[in-house]
């Protein structure tokens, strides 16, 4: 049975899913048997469910499938989701669908894909109900119901002067609960929460959660309602955010392209994680310079050699479990540069706590692990498991420390604090974990 066969079957169950359920099973199939599932849906279904499909999996379908059966599909996108993908687009592209869409499409897309994407104004939607202030309460339903019956957003009601002037706003509560013949303006919110086209869809993000606001209007700069942003923006926004700042911190690269992980090509992977990885190479020479330095050492005391991947290890996972806890709080406007001291005196104290319980654990771990050991005549297994022990413990501090504190720094000098990349933390705490290792050998053993 052909593909083509198999989704005419389905047609009947497809009509009974959520538009996306159905974007799931049609998104992995040929672009002929998604038209020939869509032509038993009308356009506005068509796409909902098209809207649900990945961006790279739209953008394939839109250069195989004729421009002119493409068009309803677009026209009738949420316009925050048609103006994604026309971004993504290439200006050929662009080029090859205006010509097609009505002529207010055209203009909505052309007025959206303006602005950049990390701004209010490139992540709004135009898809919302306006009413006057003067209008009666009957009127102004009638009004929101000729409108705005596909509008995925009519819980606010926005209120504007003739000028398009943005002057309160309205709930669908509101209008169910006042009387048909009053008065817009007596159940009128003047007071508002608001963004400006320009400002940083992080900071709009947050301002829909610090309000538990369903959607926040989109002003430009002489007040008009411009657009909205909604709730599920708000999430797509901190989604992406979060997935930016993880691949910052874990010292990879991030680029404009939002494919993913299948779609993006070898070559492109290997040109976001190079710098960092190659770049911490050359810096972790510095740590072959140091074993050099104790070479003799070593020489003397064998076990130490053995133990050296734990204290480097455990130094690791603290400072990069520290550095993790900071990004987030920062992230999440918890904590601010200024409370540095505040901030590594605390985490100082957690530190500590933790180098106990692993500078115990290490020590018996050594006791455990080397009991048959050969060692020099002059040291007992008992003093070279405590000086390991410590030589861990103040490296658990000391990783925890700077792992708190790098995000700070870069943070306090205007840098994005998930630059403080993992990697680069490791490799700093690697540095100065051989340091303390040796240093506290030396010193304690008298070498």
Same mark, same amino acid.
């Given at each position: 049975m052909s593909q083509k066969q198999k989704v005419r079957e389905l047609i009947p169950t497809f009509h009974?899913?959520?538009?996306?359920?159905?974007?799931?099973?049609? *998104?992995?199939?040929?672009?002929?048997?998604?038209?020939?599932?869509?032509?038993?849906?009308?356009?506005? +279904?068509?796409?909902?469910?098209?809207?649900?499909?990945?961006?790279?999996?739209?953008?394939?379908?839109?250069?195989?499938?004729?421009?002119?059966?493409?068009?309803?599909?677009?026209?009738?996108?949420?316009?925050?989701?048609?103006?994604?993908?026309?971004?993504?687009?290439?200006?050929?592209?662009?080029?090859?669908?205006?010509?097609?869409?009505?002529?207010?499409?055209?203009?909505?897309?052309?007025?959206?894909?303006?602005?950049?994407?990390?701004?209010?104004?490139?992540?709004?939607?135009?898809?919302?109900?306006?009413?006057?202030?003067?209008?009666?309460?009957?009127?102004?339903?009638?009004?929101?119901?000729?409108?705005?019956p596909s509008k995925k957003m009519i819980y606010y009601i926005y209120v504007v002067d003739h000028r398009m002037k943005m002057v309160g706003f309205v709930s669908l509560k509101d209008l169910i609960m006042a009387?048909?013949?009053?008065?817009?303006?007596?159940?009128?919110?003047?007071?508002?929460?608001?963004?400006?086209?320009?400002?940083?869809?992080?900071?709009?993000?947050?301002?829909?959660?610090?309000?538990?606001?369903?959607?926040i209007p989109v002003l430009?700069?002489? *007040?008009?309602?411009?657009?909205?942003?909604?709730?599920?923006?708000?999430?797509?926004?901190i989604r992406a955010e979060h997935t930016?700042?993880?691949?910052?911190?874990?010292?990879?690269?991030?680029?404009?392209?939002?494919?993913?992980?299948?779609?993006?090509?070898?070559?492109?992977?290997?040109?976001?994680?190079?710098?960092?990885? +190659?770049?911490?190479?050359?810096?972790?020479?510095?740590?072959?310079?140091?074993?050099?330095?104790?070479?003799?050492?070593l020489e003397a005391l064998i076990i130490l050699a053995l133990y050296m991947p734990m204290v480097a290890d455990t130094?690791?996972?603290?400072?990069?479990?520290?550095?993790?806890?900071i990004v987030r709080a920062l992230a999440l406007g918890q904590i601010s540069p200024k409370q540095w001291l505040k901030i590594v005196f605390k985490e100082f104290k957690?530190?500590?706590m933790l180098a106990v319980c692993l500078g115990v654990l290490a020590f018996l771990k050594v006791l455990f692990l080397s009991w048959e050991t050969s060692i020099p005549a002059e040291y007992t297994l008992i003093q070279l498991a405590f000086v390991i022990s410590t030589a861990l413990s103040l490296q658990v501090v000391s990783a925890t420390c700077i792992g708190a504190g790098l995000p700070l720094l870069v943070k306090r000098f205007g840098g994005d604090p998930a630059v403080a990349a993992s990697p680069a933390i490791t490799t700093v705490v690697d540095i100065t974990g051989l340091l303390i290792y040796f240093t506290v050998t030396v010193t304690l053993l008298g070498l």
């Open positions: 009974k899913m959520p538009s996306v359920e159905v974007a799931e099973v049609l *998104g992995s199939l040929e672009e002929g048997s998604i038209l020939e599932a869509f032509e038993s849906f009308d356009v506005q +279904v068509q796409a909902k469910v098209f809207s649900h499909f990945e961006i790279t999996r739209q953008l394939s379908f839109f250069q195989k499938t004729s421009k002119k059966r493409f068009a309803p599909i677009f026209e009738n996108m949420a316009s925050d989701d048609r103006c994604d993908l026309y971004q993504h687009m290439s200006q050929e592209e662009q080029a090859s669908i205006l010509p097609y869409l009505s002529k207010a499409a055209r203009e909505d897309v052309i007025k959206l894909s303006s602005y950049p994407p990390d701004t209010a104004g490139g992540i709004m939607s135009t898809d919302f109900a306006t009413i006057q202030a003067s209008m009666t309460v009957d009127s102004a339903m009638a009004k929101v119901r000729r409108d705005s009387s048909p013949n009053q008065l817009i303006s007596e159940v009128l919110h003047e007071k508002f929460v608001f963004t400006t086209v320009d400002e940083d869809r992080e900071l709009v993000a947050k301002k829909i959660e610090d309000y538990d606001l369903l959607a430009n700069h002489v *007040g008009q309602l411009a657009g909205i942003v909604t709730q599920d923006d708000a999430i797509e926004v930016e700042d993880m691949e910052k911190f874990m010292g990879i690269m991030t680029e404009s392209s939002e494919n993913d992980y299948i779609h993006t090509s070898s070559m492109q992977h290997f040109r976001k994680r190079v710098v960092w990885i +190659v770049s911490l190479a050359a810096v972790g020479i510095i740590s072959g310079m140091i074993i050099h330095c104790f070479e003799s050492t130094g690791g996972n603290s400072g990069s479990q520290a550095a993790t806890v957690i530190s500590t």
